[in-house]
């Protein structure tokens, strides 16, 4: 087991210095100059010099890619060209709302996809099973952009239940806090645990057709127990790796989400800082989400590792 995380630990750093370079490269090659949108098309040469030596623009790409990666092993995401600020607290007050929103999304989804897909694996070709795969497919189909348009119109413009937009804060409680994010992790989660509870019903029905579990049943369990005991753990992996994929895209992915629901989250920060050519924000936050992507896909190798012992005798 050592010798497994181990081997995924060195994928894990290597993965993340290609991922820097390739971050500050296509970033970097990018049309525009920020000390030019900052300033104007009018303004003066050595105005705009004295500003890119302030941004510190006016040195190698090289020294900046070098500056900016030691910078962050440190903690230090450097200052923000729009706002004049440390980047690191503008990150640190955003992932306050778009990681609890991420996980709490994370959450209902595979509260929800868990037992519709275990559901509709034991009752394969019934009623049942086609009412779930139905409501799947429509949980694919429909974009989460217009399903959360439709939860803000039902739910907080008709019923007022909750509130069209904007972050209450967890200053004033957890309660509040999640009473807030509640609609947008709906929006978020319905249509990932679509296509999870579709992963796990396909698993399981995988597993189900394996010799083991006939010779389980042949043993005198019942077809719910050896479901229970065998089928649904041995069914996990394709399932742990879709949950892995999710949580990065619930993170990672919810830009539009938190447009219409007006958060003030990494997503918005991130369009934010395209829109104004702020490039030190753009390259912080996209490497800190592919860390958050990279750290989960390591998580779930290792995860890989407790549901199946075979991988551990392979390394």
């Known amino acids: ?44 040469e050595d105005t ?8 510190g623009l006016d040195v190698s790409k090289a020294h900046r890619y070098l500056a900016w990666v030691t910078g962050m092993l440190s903690g230090d995401f450097g200052t923000s060209y729009t706002y004049r600020t440390p980047v690191a607290e503008m990150i640190s007050d955003r992932l306050w709302v778009s990681l609890p929103l991420a996980l709490f999304a994370l959450a209902l989804s595979t509260l929800i996809a868990f037992p519709a897909g275990i559901y509709a694996a034991a009752r394969r070709g019934k009623a049942g099973d086609m009412a779930v795969m139905g409501a799947t497919q429509l949980g694919v189909a429909i974009p989460n952009f217009w399903f959360a348009m439709m939860l803000v119109l039902i739910f907080a413009i ?24 509640t609609l947008p992790a709906i929006a978020l989660a319905l249509p990932q645990a679509a296509i999870l509870a579709r992963v796990m019903r396909s698993a399981l029905l995988d597993i189900l057709g394996e010799d083991f579990m006939r010779t389980a049943r042949a043993k005198g369990l ?7 005991r065998h089928g649904v753990r041995n069914a996990m992996i394709p399932v742990l790796t879709i949950i892995g994929l999710q949580f990065s895209f619930l993170l990672a992915g919810s830009i539009i989400i938190e447009q219409v629901f ?41 995860a890989y590792a407790l549901v199946d012992p075979r991988l551990r005798s392979r390394t």
């Open 158 to 181: 008709n019923l007022r239940w909750f509130g069209a937009g904007g972050f209450a804060g967890w200053d004033d409680g957890l309660w509040v806090g999640l009473h807030s994010l």
């Open 262 to 302: 007006y958060l003030p989250g990494l997503g918005r920060l991130v369009f934010q800082a395209i829109s104004s050519r702020d490039l030190i924000v753009v390259e912080s936050v996209v490497m800190l989400l592919v860390f958050a992507v990279i750290t989960v896909n390591f998580l779930v190798d290792l």
């Open 48 to 55: 705009l010099a004295a500003l890119r030596a302030e941004l």
């Open 222 to 228: 019942s077809r719910r127990q050896a479901l229970w």
């Open 1 to 44: 087991m050592i010798r497994y995380s181990l081997k995924r630990l060195l994928s894990l750093v290597l993965s993340l210095a290609i991922a820097s370079v390739v971050i500050f490269a296509v970033i970097e090659v990018a049309p525009g100059d920020p000390a030019s949108f900052m300033l104007g098309v009018n303004a003066q």
